[in-house]
């Protein structure tokens, strides 16, 4: 029999034992984050991916077409996530951990240290990855900070130990729980596979996790996004990620389970969204949809006439500190960040939990700095129920490549078929996804690839113009340093020109 990967079995039990009766009488909060999870879904209407507690879920929620990042990279996510402020308003421009080594500003007020303040218990499982501690501080912390990775952040049995743990202590308090998974996320050199979908999956040396039957899929029968190409490679590469997807469908069913024999489920709002796109040419690092749109379900017990029910509204993930906030009734604290006060630019998202919103919900915005250290290529983005506007500020640099985005099976097959002068079977060039202009405008109503570049086009000017401004006020009203990059430079607290284009 192959090893078991979780332990302290007694100690389950017990706590299993000792909280299954207890009925919650507050209202609390349960916020699930995928790991570089995508629409691969049968919620989003993927038939080959079987996802039964999304399904069991999303019958308990709105599921929101239109959701999305406010940046797509990891730790910037997680960090406008927690605080509702994009990453260039937080300081959280990077990735957190190794040389990397961002960190959000000291004076961030975080939700887990808001909801503190209200004597609301706090509580992350999972991935955290964001910085510094002090900041984003919970209650009840098993991360990868004092857990292994995959222990804390993909076995789902070890996982439910842990929501135990945590719903044991001070019972007499509403509690926020947020929940970090690591799937979908690539395992570069990893013996468990390019997902480590093999990691608990029962094969000889790779363990066990109880709660979960892994799932596998022939590469001819999964589906391949418009996005990219449709290669043995990108089927195989796809076939594993479905695999991983089943281990984070167990995790989200396990979720449900321990709220409901806990007696919080007729009293907890959960969301369930993910970080940013999936780890794919295209897609995370990008702001182009694949990159930029989300999984995004809300389910709220205080209206049960939305459940099961699909939203059009354009939500982001800086929703969800307001969303928290206003069903936990707790305020957001007045404080100044930068010298300047701290005004959130989310919203709640409750009243789309009692109906379809006409105002309101009809753009977001992203930002995006860096993911690794070395990969600076700050981007600005508006989209509506039509197009989309990116403004690439470092546009003359070729589009930096992330580490796991290189080493994976499907972007390689497109180095090495472009390298020998084959056919990719990419629905663009290595060259246009290295050099992109400066502004790009998209109709994605007619033109769901983003290939036809319409920033120049003398028929949309007005479109341009418009969210040209529309995306600068927001850049101001959340007090963006890069303002003035790349024409000019800040100065006394102005825009200086520095009569800076390039010479062509």
Avoid at 187 to 199: A, L, M, N, T
Avoid at 352 to 369: A, K, M, P
Avoid at 406 to 419: E, S, V
Wanted: aromatic share 14%; with cysteine; glycine share 6%.
């Amino acid at each position: 029999m192959a090893p078991i990967i979780w332990t302290y079995v007694s100690s389950l039990v017990l706590l299993g034992s000792f909280s299954s009766n207890h009925v919650s009488a507050f209202k609390n909060v349960l916020v699930m984050l995928g790991d570089d999870v995508g629409f691969e879904s049968s919620v989003y209407n993927n038939t080959v991916c079987k996802t039964p507690n999304f399904d069991r879920l999303a019958k308990r929620s709105v599921t929101i077409r239109h959701g999305y990042t406010s940046v797509s990279s990891c730790s910037p996510s997680r960090s406008a996530l927690l605080s509702g402020l994009p990453n260039h308003q937080n300081g959280m421009y990077g990735l957190h951990h190794s040389v990397h080594h961002f960190n959000a500003f000291d004076g961030v007020k975080s939700l887990p240290a808001i909801l503190k303040t209200a004597n609301i218990k706090t509580g992350i499982i999972g991935k955290k990855h964001i910085g510094p501690s002090y900041v984003y501080k919970f209650d009840y912390e098993q991360t990868e900070l004092n857990n292994d990775m995959l222990q804390c952040a993909r076995n789902v049995t070890r996982m439910k130990e842990f929501v135990r743990e945590f719903f044991a202590m001070n019972q007499s308090r509403p509690f926020f729980l947020y929940i970090g998974f690591n799937d979908c996320h690539r395992c570069p050199d990893s013996k468990y596979g390019d997902f480590c979908e093999q990691f608990g999956s029962g094969k000889p040396g790779f363990g066990v996790i109880p709660d979960w039957k892994p799932a596998y899929y022939d590469p001819k029968d999964v589906i391949v996004p418009p996005f990219l190409p449709d290669t043995p490679a990108t089927r195989g590469d796809i076939s594993n990620q479905y695999t991983s997807m089943s281990r984070l469908d167990a995790g989200v069913g396990m979720l449900l389970d321990e709220l409901e024999s806990h007696g919080y489920l007729d009293d907890t709002l959960i969301i369930f969204t993910a970080d940013n796109g999936i780890p794919f040419p295209n897609a995370k690092t990008n702001l182009y949809e694949p990159g930029m749109g989300e999984p995004y379900l809300i389910s709220s017990p205080s209206d049960k006439s939305r459940w099961g029910q699909v939203s059009d509204a354009f939500v982001s993930t800086i929703d969800i500190v307001p969303t928290v906030l206003d069903w936990m009734e707790v305020p957001f604290p007045s404080y100044n960040l930068n010298g300047v006060k701290v005004k959130l630019s989310g919203k709640s998202l409750l009243p789309l939990t009692h109906q379809e919103q006409s105002i309101g919900f009809d753009q977001v915005f992203s930002s995006h700095n860096f993911h690794e250290v070395y990969m600076y290529y700050p981007m600005r983005v508006m989209r509506n129920n039509q197009y989309r506007l990116l403004h690439n500020l470092n546009y003359l640099a070729p589009y930096p490549i992330a580490t796991d985005l290189y080493d994976n099976p499907t972007f390689r097959d497109i180095m090495n078929h472009t390298k020998s002068g084959q056919p990719t079977k990419w629905f663009k060039t290595l060259e246009q996804y290295y050099y992109r202009d400066e502004y790009e405008l998209y109709d994605l109503m007619n033109d769901p690839l983003e290939l036809n570049n319409l920033a120049r086009n003398e028929s949309y000017s007005s479109v341009f113009q418009d969210m040209r401004s529309t995306l600068y006020k927001w850049r101001l009203a959340t007090n963006d340093f890069w303002k003035c990059y790349p024409e000019g430079v800040r100065y006394l607290d102005t825009c200086a020109d520095l009569d800076n284009a390039p010479p062509y």
